[in-house]
Nanobody
Framework: QVQLVESGGGLVQAGGSLRLSCAAS????????MGWFRQAPGKEREFVAA????????EYRESVKGRFTISRDNAKNTVYLQMNSLKPEDTAVYYC?????????????WGQGTQVTVSS
């Protein structure tokens, strides 16, 4: 089992950058594939990016490719989401997900979420 705590959200102008962090507790973190999802007001939660347990394989939703980068540091039990060239449509609550199942299917473990707001 793993507990997840996100940080790094905030308000940024369009074109700006933010880096989200997800700190995990539990020794099993390094065995889990990890993901980031987001939920905008009035919309369903959607897949953003994922990374396998080794950090060697990543996947992204089409609309963030080339702008977002997911990475992880297993020594620090942390996964990151670097977000560049942010757009107003990236505004959402971003959630870290543990034990990501692939094919945009989330695992069972969620953080509390961190708000990202991009102003135009």
């Amino acid at each position: 089992q793993v507990q997840l705590v996100e940080s790094g959200g905030g308000l940024v102008q369009a074109g700006g950058s933010l880096r989200l962090s997800c700190a995990a507790s539990g020794r099993t973190f390094r065995t889990y594939n990890m993901g980031w999802f987001r939920q905008a007001p009035g919309k369903e939660r959607e897949f953003v990016a994922a990374i396998d347990w080794s950090g060697g394989i990543t996947e992204y939703r089409e609309s963030v490719k080339g702008r977002f980068t997911i990475s992880r540091d297993n020594a620090k039990n942390t996964v990151y989401l670097q977000m560049n060239s942010l757009k107003p449509e990236d505004t959402a609550v971003y959630y870290c997900n543990g034990d990501y199942q692939g094919g945009t299917r989330p695992g069972d473990y969620w953080g509390q979420g961190t708000q990202v707001t991009v102003s135009s």
